[in-house]
């Protein structure tokens, strides 16, 4: 048993060099301005899985030779690794705040895109969910993102907006978790986005939320200060703002800011 | 060979020193920059805005229910274990296991396919009460009992093998039934490994994670336990989590005062 142990501690230790080596091989930067190549790692809210895994995919066939790294999970859990020194070189963030708290590691922040709410349910809409208010009924299980993260702190605005007092059976780690409950049809709805609940076409079913009810909030996107790629980084971010970029977002039913 | 050669070879050699200390610094390291970092001064606020009071209580119940649940079905499954000859039951040791060698989150999934909505059992229970167990309080200490409930019965199962089967035997011969024996006669032989294995089956139980964030929900004040609550925090307010460690380092402590017998002495002294 111990001589394992010893052993599995060594290869961790050891697959953690090989993985710092690499980033910093990955990061070694572009030859010159006009020909981009290398590696870069993005951060992203995992409201943006779709949208950016087909941004990834254009840009990398329009710049052979770069490789975008990508990484999703809640804004906020982001944002803690980030000042905690993950090596990142872009951060897209699902709200101001979560951008904000990095201060001097991230600045010139654009606000690219934003986006609102919607009720997810299961397909067959089992318990009949029509609006906001109906998620307050007892018996009705509702899932919500966290407090913590943006989509959690916009499901609070809405159903104050709503006057309801909802208590939710799940309060998840992301969005994506959220959708997931609803998927599975564990609980009777849950509150995503609606960019979400069309990416989910056919697996869960969205019930719109009036705008005078509905609340939104706000992508900024950054080259954080400590990018090993800054070329590479700021290219990635302006395809993002360009027309392309901003097709593929709004295909994916995100509005302009 | 003189005394004094002697006592160098049989000192401690020069390249086991170092890397012990640093082995030791590094185990130590963690946990004591976690409490110079606590901000003292603001723990009570911390633990009045973040919940604690409550992911604390619902911590303590659920642990404890588990614990009672993992005592009632893991000491008779232990003599099984330890007991019974026939076919098969190396097989059932290994069921044991399973929970011992998944990582929790998958124990989660697996808790969803068992017993979620759309589960395998979950799904006739559901038809038959309208009851689900995935996101409400009988559904953190189920996941709890999942993961916890195999140290218990491993722990018990060493004990009833080399207990002293003779106090048995006289006690058959004296015409108590088999089950009378059990309760009375073999349970009280290894109490000492039965409270040993709900020590640990209770820590476990109360410092588990992956499987009750996952099946339990994370909600404030209904199934939003300590370790789960330490998640939301480190997302909200990094700064703020290491003051949510302190009362599960208590219990830490508590496991390692009640059980030093056990851990804390060398074997051969």
């Known amino acids: 048993m111990k001589p394992a142990l010893t052993l599995a501690v060594a290869a961790t230790a050891l697959s953690l060099v090989a993985c710092s080596s690499s980033a910093k091989a990955g990061g070694g930067g572009a030859a010159s301005p006009s020909k981009l190549s290398g590696a870069i790692t993005v951060d992203a809210a995992s409201s943006l899985t779709e949208a950016f895994d087909a941004l990834k995919s254009q840009f990398e066939t329009a710049h052979p030779g770069t490789t975008i790294k990508l990484n999703y999970g809640a804004s906020s859990d982001l944002s803690t690794q980030i000042s905690q020194g993950a090596p990142v070189d872009v951060f897209a963030s699902a709200s101001e705040k979560n951008m904000q708290s990095l201060g001097s590691q991230a600045v010139g922040a654009k606000d690219f895109v934003s986006n609102t709410l919607e009720i997810a349910v299961p397909p067959g809409n089992p318990a009949h969910i029509g609006s906001v208010t109906d998620l307050a009924n007892p018996g009705v299980k509702v899932a919500v993102c966290d407090p913590a993260v943006p989509c959690g702190v916009v499901a609070q605005q809405v159903f104050t907006n709503a006057k309801v007092t909802v208590q939710p059976k799940a309060s998840l780690a992301d969005v994506k978790s959220t959708l997931a409950a609803v998927e599975s049809g564990e609980v009777d709805a849950g509150l995503v986005y609606v960019t979400d609940v069309r990416a989910a076409a056919g697996k869960v079913v969205g019930v719109p939320i009036p705008n005078d009810v509905n609340a939104s909030t706000t992508y900024p996107i950054a080259v954080l200060k400590g990018s090993t790629n800054a070329v590479l980084a700021r290219a990635f971010v302006a395809y993002v703002q360009s027309a392309a970029g901003r097709n593929v977002l709004t295909a994916d039913g995100f509005e302009q800011p | ?269």
């Open chain 2, 1 to 269: 060979m003189t005394h004094a050669r002697q006592r160098a070879a049989l000192g401690t050699p020069a390249v086991v020193l170092p890397p012990a200390l640093i082995g030791l610094l590094f185990l130590l390291l963690p946990t004591l920059a976690m409490l110079v970092r606590t901000p003292w001064s603001r723990l009570g606020a911390i633990y009045r805005d973040q919940h604690v009071w409550a992911a604390l209580r619902i911590s303590l119940e659920s642990s404890l229910e588990a614990t009672a649940a993992s005592l009632v079905f893991g000491v008779p499954l232990a003599w099984l274990l330890a007991r019974v000859r026939m076919p098969g039951i190396g097989i059932a040791r290994a069921i044991v296991t399973i929970p011992l060698v998944l990582p929790p989150v998958i124990g989660g999934v697996a808790l969803f396919n068992a017993f979620g909505r759309k589960g395998l059992l979950g799904s006739p229970i559901h038809s038959v009460l309208g009851q689900d167990l995935p996101f409400s309080f009988p559904g953190i200490v189920l996941a709890q009992v999942f993961v916890a409930m195999p140290f218990l019965v491993i722990t018990v199962e060493g004990a009833f093998r080399i207990s002293d089967r003779g106090v048995e035997e006289a006690a058959a011969t004296l015409g108590a039934s088999r089950s009378r024996i059990f309760l009375q006669v073999t349970v009280p032989l290894v109490l000492p490994a039965i409270v040993a294995g709900a020590v640990l089956c209770w820590a476990r139980a109360l410092g588990e994670f992956g499987a009750t964030l996952l099946f339990g929900g994370n909600v404030p004040g209904s199934t939003q336990t300590l370790p789960t609550l330490v998640l939301s925090v480190f997302q909200r307010d990094p700064a703020d989590a290491p003051a949510l460690a302190l009362p599960l380092m208590a219990v830490a402590v508590v496991v390692l005062v009640g059980l030093r017998d056990k851990w804390l002495r060398p074997i051969a002294s």
